[in-house]
């Protein structure tokens, strides 16, 4: 169901307890009260803390309210929220070269104004 322990671990970002605006706690109060090193919740996320010592893991589990068991390899319960979750921004693209990117994002807006819809029509004439 995830793909990655980043994946995870903004699922269970977003399963924590809201405030009254509807937003989860900020990463660095989690990381301050739980002693995780400075963006040590944010590089997770984003996929640049792939594989956390045991120790770091623990506190990240016990910041998130779920366990190490989960986060590391989804084995357990899936935290639950009763607000809706974003879905994953660093999944589909992660592994994408910048050149990939860059060109795949060029051809989308093409598309979005028309020019390669044109370009199609002509040809099947």
Not at 61 to 69: E, Y
Not at 86 to 101: D, I, M, N, T
């Amino acid at each position: 169901m995830f793909q990655s322990i980043g994946h995870r671990a903004w699922h269970a970002y977003y399963c924590l307890p809201r405030d009254e605006k509807g937003e989860p706690p900020a990463m660095r109060e989690l990381e301050r009260e739980y002693g995780v090193s400075n963006g040590g919740l944010q590089k997770l996320i984003k996929g640049n803390l792939k594989r956390p010592g045991y120790g770091v893991l623990s506190r990240l589990a016990k910041a998130l309210k779920t366990t190490p068991d989960w986060l590391q390899a989804e084995e357990g319960d899936v935290p639950q929220s009763s607000w809706p979750i974003p879905a994953y921004p660093y999944g589909a693209s992660a592994g994408l070269s910048g050149k990939v990117k860059a060109a795949f994002e060029s051809d989308a807006k093409k598309l979005a104004h028309g020019s390669l819809a044109r370009r199609t029509k002509s040809a099947r004439k």
